[in-house]
């Protein structure tokens, strides 16, 4: 099975500020038949399910504020949120969809205001 | 609107059985695989299984491969899993979820879920 590892478990910033949240997979997500890379992230506030944030890696699902943002390929894999806004403490997850089952997940990143 | 709602959770005794079910709608049920992915309290989240449109495919995690059995019926846009020989490790939050790509990919709309409390 594909080990997700996040990084750090818990991080603290100000609001206005830069989050970066760091997600490490033990194989490479990147199949080169199509250049993508099977990652995705989301963001899930308390009592609630979990919502999709990117796609692809990079690819912002369809309402999501351009402040979030993917990048990586291979085994490393970065979500960036540019400008920390009050409504974005959560817990973030990284997902691994690449080849077959299971779909494993990181452990969670918890973010929370400085 | 694209929802999913679960049900059937509940307190159920070790060696119990439970079976939950989803109800889709706002979409067409039956082009999309569909998942169940839970979370236990205060802990990360872990895909169960997944069902192919017609249900001829399906994969589980090795934990509940034998225990648990996922179907759908297309005709009542309802997605099911049948939870057998429960233990006290499968109490979580079970989601309901639905995949857009297909055979494996991301989730883009999930229910509330449904608690499953495995205890005697």
């Known amino acids: 099975d594909i080990v997700m590892t996040q990084s750090p478990d818990s991080l603290a910033v100000s609001l206005g500020e830069r989050a970066t949240i760091n997600c490490k997979s033990s194989q490479s997500l990147f199949y080169s038949s199509n250049n993508k890379n099977y990652l995705a992230w989301y963001q899930q506030k308390p009592g609630q399910p979990p919502k999709l944030l990117i796609y692809?890696?990079?690819t912002r699902e369809s309402g999501v504020p351009d402040r979030f943002s993917g990048s990586g390929s291979g085994t490393d894999f970065t979500l960036t949120i540019s400008s920390l806004q009050a409504e974005d403490v959560a817990v973030y997850y990284c997902q691994q969809y690449y080849g077959a089952p299971p779909f494993t997940f990181g452990q969670g990143t918890k973010l929370e205001i400085k | 609107e694209v929802q999913l709602v679960e049900s059937g959770g509940g307190l159920v005794q070790p060696g119990g059985s439970l079976r939950l079910s989803c109800a889709a709608s706002g979409f067409t049920f039956s082009s999309y695989w569909m998942n169940w992915v839970r979370q236990a309290p205060g802990k990360g989240l872990e895909w169960v299984a997944n069902i192919k449109q017609d249900g001829s495919d399906k994969y589980y995690v090795d934990s509940v491969k034998g225990r648990f059995t996922i179907s759908r019926d297309n005709a009542k846009n309802s997605l099911y899993l049948q939870m057998n020989s429960l233990r006290v490790e499968d109490t979580a939050v079970y989601y309901c979820?639905?995949?857009?790509?297909?055979?494996?990919?991301?989730?883009?709309?999930w229910g509330r879920g449904t608690l499953v409390t495995v205890s005697s």
């Open positions: 692809w890696a990079s």
């Open positions: 979820a639905r995949d857009p790509y297909g055979s494996g990919g991301w989730y883009d709309y």
